[in-house]
């Protein structure tokens, strides 16, 4: 049996935010399961375990409390395993259509254009302000049916949740969320009175043998939507705007048509993942390599690091546009696979079709900031200078 192997590295720290991607070569080639002492978890890091432990979601549980002892509202299917999770995200499934989703990108375009129109002439913003944290929000808001006046208040709280969930920041207690979970109710209360054809209409009527979502798991699915469809598009917009100004050469190929930009947003997915890391609690005995992890801890599963594998992905730190496959895995795998994928992809798509479009010799004017956060990866500031147009 060999030694186990041990990393005492910190998620919160700052430094290891910055760049992550030197620990995860370590923690790589230190072992398939490496234990974090400080932090009590076991990093996950390789690409092979990463995705068998995601296809085992019974084994490798999701479940989790809510701050402080608190149970987590209901319908939150994210943090429940099956087969209670499945039945959930069979009939929410029922209200997310690939029509209702392809419907948007008119919509998801004209959100852009305005939100570049208000900027374009001046030659200068802050991308992160003026463009990739407007964009989803108001995607999400109008996509649910949210009132446009409350907008801005859910991206300030879904803001301050995503810096507080991770390794070193679960189990706070979490006023920004428990807001949320006010407001959904009255919205869903609302919603009920007077149906409209939007996605919280579709969730009240969505129904199985019978069976349709409780008050508190709709407010649950929509705190849930609001939180994952917000913080990891934008960050998936920011990281692009600053890896192709890094990478010249491959906003190039994108900008001659080269390169499809859809294959570019798979390749942002990959090199700078928004959710750094998905974490698991093991509910029985799990072996890695000769290492028997015991039921009870904690893993770590770490979808950056293996996204930059050398085992799957040739050259894994080169950053390549064009890069083919790309079997990465940014939105997760398995049973709890992104069900947002397709919006992002899309969202993502759009927001970079429009931005190359018009302004596409923008570079980064000055220092950006990051999103402190140990799960997601991300920045709160972006400023950018381009050739002024109209
Ligand atoms: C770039 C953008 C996005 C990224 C990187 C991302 C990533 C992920 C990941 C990694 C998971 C798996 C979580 C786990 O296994 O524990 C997930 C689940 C989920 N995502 Fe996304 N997501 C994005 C956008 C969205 C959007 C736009 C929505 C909705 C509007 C959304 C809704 C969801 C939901 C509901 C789940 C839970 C699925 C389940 O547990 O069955 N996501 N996402």
């Known amino acids: 049996m060999s030694a186990e192997a041990r990393s005492d590295f910190d998620p919160n720290s700052l430094d290891f935010q910055e760049d992550p991607y030197p620990t995860y070569r370590k923690l790589q ?8 002492e400080a932090q009590g978890f076991w990093a996950i890091s390789r690409y092979a375990e990463v995705k068998e432990s995601l296809l085992q979601p019974s084994r490798f549980s999701s479940e989790r409390s809510f701050g402080e002892g608190r149970a987590a509202p209901q319908g939150i299917i994210v943090i429940m395993d099956p087969p209670l999770h499945d039945g959930m995200r069979a009939l929410v499934n029922r209200a997310f259509t690939p029509r209702r989703i392809a419907a948007l990108e008119v919509r998801i375009r004209e959100i852009a254009n305005g939100l570049i129109d208000a900027f374009c002439e001046v030659g200068s913003c802050d991308l992160w302000r003026d463009f990739s944290a407007p964009l989803p929000t108001t995607v999400i808001a109008e996509l649910l049916g949210v009132a446009p006046e409350d907008r801005e208040m859910f991206k300030e709280k879904s803001t301050q949740i995503a810096s507080s969930v991770g390794p070193g920041g679960a189990g706070n207690t979490n006023t920004a969320a428990l807001e949320l979970v006010a407001y959904l ?11 409209g054809d939007d996605l919280m209409s579709a969730l009240i009527a969505a129904e199985i043998d019978g069976r349709k979502l409780t008050q508190e798991e709709l407010v649950g699915f929509g705190l849930l939507l609001l939180i994952a469809g917000n913080e990891t598009t934008t960050n998936l917009i920011s990281n692009a705007a600053v890896l192709l100004d890094r990478f010249p050469e491959q906003r190039a190929r994108l900008l001659s048509g080269e390169v499809p930009i859809p294959a570019a947003v798979e390749e942002f997915l990959r090199y700078d993942t928004p959710v750094q890391g998905l974490d698991r609690t093991l509910t029985e005995d799990v072996r890695f390599g000769d290492l028997r992890v015991p039921k009870g801890d904690r893993v770590f599963l770490m979808l950056a690091a293996a996204n930059r594998d050398s085992k799957v992905f040739p050259e894994p730190d080169r950053f390549d546009v064009g890069r083919q496959p790309n079997p990465h895995l940014g939105f997760g795998f398995g049973a709890h696979f992104c069900l947002g994928a397709s919006l992002a992809r899309m969202e993502a798509r759009v927001a970079w079709e429009e931005l190359l479009r018009r302004i596409p010799d923008y570079r980064i004017s000055g220092a950006t ?4 956060s140990s799960i997601f990866r991300g920045l709160l500031s972006v400023p950018i200078a381009f050739t002024a147009s109209r």
């Not at 109710?185 to 149906?195: C, E, H, Y």
């Not at 900031?369 to 402190?372: A, D, F, N, T």
């Open 369 to 372: 900031q990051r999103l402190p």
């Open 29 to 36: 080639e230190a072992g398939p399961a490496v234990r974090n």
């Open 185 to 195: 109710g009255k919205a869903f209360d609302a919603k009920r009175r007077s149906p």
